[in-house]
């Protein structure tokens, strides 16, 4: 059962029952982490729960003490920042996924326009991002406007989610005219008839490399490590690959 449970909640659920296995999950891959989730549990009769949130809220829950047994990031620093303060047990990191970053705008009339012109053109109010501090699809977003020197001129129109989910929803709503979105997010036709989408060249941002790390509470949880084991099986790649994901 996939769930997005509040700290509070996480906080006084304490230890796992065995056999269950607790994944902190990005937002930008929850859809994706639902559909392995399902696959996982029919094949092993394990219970996963998920609980999503930007990769810095996950972070940050996770070093105040909430019970989580994997952490799947959406970059590869905050594993590596858990594993070296020994919440994360070394050896454990790799990454599952290679996220991709597109520019998402409803009422364009061209599927296939060209992002950095719509931005440059400058007739549209407002432009989502992610939360570049806790989001890294967000921070990716910041990215490709330095590099298209465009940051400082879009700074007034741009509005901010808490995580990608967020800058998602502000697009679909009609509060912003376009925004930064993860390709895995629109990959189930979520675009289409609804404007177009420019896939974000990859020279104009850092990889949006994925990791995962397993925790240190964890190492003795035979669930989470056939989990962990699991994201590396074909069934798994395909199915990431499915909904946008390049292989780590």
């Excluded at 020994?86 to 296939?112: C, H, I, K």
Aim: glycine letters at 10%.
């Amino acid at each position: 059962m996939a769930v997005a449970l509040p700290l509070a909640l996480i906080a006084g659920c304490g230890q796992a029952h065995q056999g269950d296995v607790m994944v902190a999950v990005a937002t930008n891959f929850l859809d994706t982490a639902k559909v392995l989730e399902a696959e996982f549990e029919a094949e092993t009769a394990l219970e996963v729960t998920l609980s999503s949130g930007s990769t810095g809220q996950l972070y940050s829950q996770i070093e105040n003490g909430a019970p989580f047994d994997i952490f799947l990031a959406a970059d590869t620093d905050r594993p590596r920042r858990l594993v070296d303060a020994g919440n994360g047990l070394e050896g454990t990191q790799f990454t599952y996924a290679t996220g991709r970053l597109v520019l998402w705008m409803p009422a364009s009339q061209t599927p296939d326009f060209d992002g950095a012109d719509e931005l440059r053109d400058g007739s549209y109010r407002a432009l989502a991002l992610a939360n570049p501090a806790l989001a890294p699809y967000g921070a990716a977003a910041e990215e490709t406007l330095v590099s298209l020197d465009l940051a400082d001129s879009l700074s007034d129109r741009i509005v901010y989610g808490q995580n990608i989910g967020q800058a998602y929803a502000l697009v679909a709503s009609g509060n912003a005219e376009m925004g930064f979105v993860a390709a895995s997010q629109l990959v189930k036709g979520a675009a289409d008839g609804q404007g177009g989408v420019w896939e974000v060249p990859g020279d104009l941002h850092a990889p949006i490399r994925q990791d995962v790390v397993l925790m240190q509470r964890a190492a003795g949880n035979e669930a989470a490590l056939q989990f962990i084991a699991f994201l590396r099986s074909d069934k798994a790649l395909s199915i990431m690959r499915d909904h946008g994901y390049e292989e780590g």
